[in-house]
């Protein structure tokens, strides 16, 4: 991806991304998923309240030539001032969910892949019941046990942040369903469920993303 990054005309450059998703994900289809069982990592920060925007997790419509795979989403946008570009593969819950006040949303799963590290992020379209911009969750992967994990609210609270998005990758990439529990305010708690198929055939594509 570093050298298609490298290209300087658009259609050539988007066309050096297909051939990358092509063969990636014609080796990954070759490859068996490993299941891994338990939730995402959380890991220390030094400033956990630290307002991340949400804003540029709206990818644009997906680039011509970059192959979906399940039902994710995958887009690649250029890199402000010449940095790398950015890699953005999101994901729909299977269901719409509704908060209040009365309102629905269809929560999404996105993961980021942008200046060297992934970011991973759900958005659920609600405000959560946090402490200090932390927001305690439920996520279970496949019919594993469902642990609690803390994450962080973006600025603007509607999304919220795996500390670690690449152990959160690593999890996500060898499960085939999410199960995430989040608490809007004045709702109790809500559940979306993402089916992850398509992530492991999708992944090369994060890993060459990040790679110095």
């Given at each position: 991806?570093?050298?298609?990054a490298?290209?300087?005309?658009?259609?050539?450059?988007?066309?050096?991304?297909?051939?990358?998703?092509?063969?990636?994900?014609?080796?990954?289809?070759?490859?068996?998923?490993?299941?891994?069982?338990?939730?995402?990592?959380?890991?220390?920060?030094?400033?956990?309240?630290e307002?991340?925007?949400?804003?540029?997790?709206?990818?644009?419509?997906?680039?011509?030539?970059?192959?979906?795979?399940?039902?994710?989403?995958?887009?690649?946008?250029?890199?402000?001032?010449?940095?790398?570009?950015?890699?953005?593969l999101?994901?729909?819950?299977?269901?719409?969910?509704?908060a209040?006040?009365s309102?629905?949303?269809?929560?999404?799963?996105?993961?980021r892949?942008?200046?060297?590290?992934?970011?991973?992020f759900?958005?659920?379209?609600?405000?959560?019941?946090?402490?200090?911009?932390?927001?305690?969750?439920?996520?279970?992967?496949?019919?594993?046990?469902?642990?609690?994990?803390?994450?962080?609210?973006?600025?603007?609270?509607?999304s919220?942040?795996?500390?670690?998005?690449?152990?959160?990758?690593?999890?996500?990439?060898g499960?085939?369903?999410?199960?995430?529990?989040?608490?809007?305010?004045?709702?109790?708690?809500?559940?979306?469920?993402?089916?992850l198929d398509?992530l492991?055939?999708?992944?090369?594509?994060?890993?060459?993303?990040?790679?110095?």
């Amino acid at each position: 991806m570093t050298r298609a990054a490298a290209i300087l005309d658009d259609r050539a450059r988007l066309a050096a991304y297909d051939a990358v998703a092509r063969r990636l994900a014609d080796q990954a289809a070759g490859a068996s998923a490993t299941e891994i069982a338990g939730g995402a990592t959380t890991a220390s920060t030094n400033n956990p309240s630290e307002a991340i925007s949400s804003d540029p997790i709206e990818a644009p419509p997906a680039a011509p030539g970059l192959t979906e795979r399940g039902q994710w989403n995958a887009s690649v946008t250029a890199g402000a001032g010449g940095a790398d570009d950015v890699l953005v593969l999101s994901l729909d819950a299977v269901d719409p969910v509704t908060a209040w006040p009365s309102t629905t949303k269809t929560p999404v799963l996105t993961l980021r892949a942008r200046e060297g590290r992934i970011e991973a992020f759900v958005t659920t379209g609600f405000r959560c019941e946090d402490r200090n911009g932390r927001v305690r969750v439920s996520v279970q992967l496949d019919d594993g046990p469902a642990e609690r994990v803390t994450l962080r609210e973006s600025g603007d609270r509607l999304s919220l942040f795996w500390y670690d998005g690449a152990e959160a990758f690593k999890q996500l990439r060898g499960a085939e369903r999410l199960t995430f529990t989040f608490p809007p305010i004045h709702s109790g708690t809500r559940t979306a469920v993402f089916e992850l198929d398509g992530l492991e055939a999708l992944g090369p594509l994060l890993d060459d993303a990040v790679a110095e």
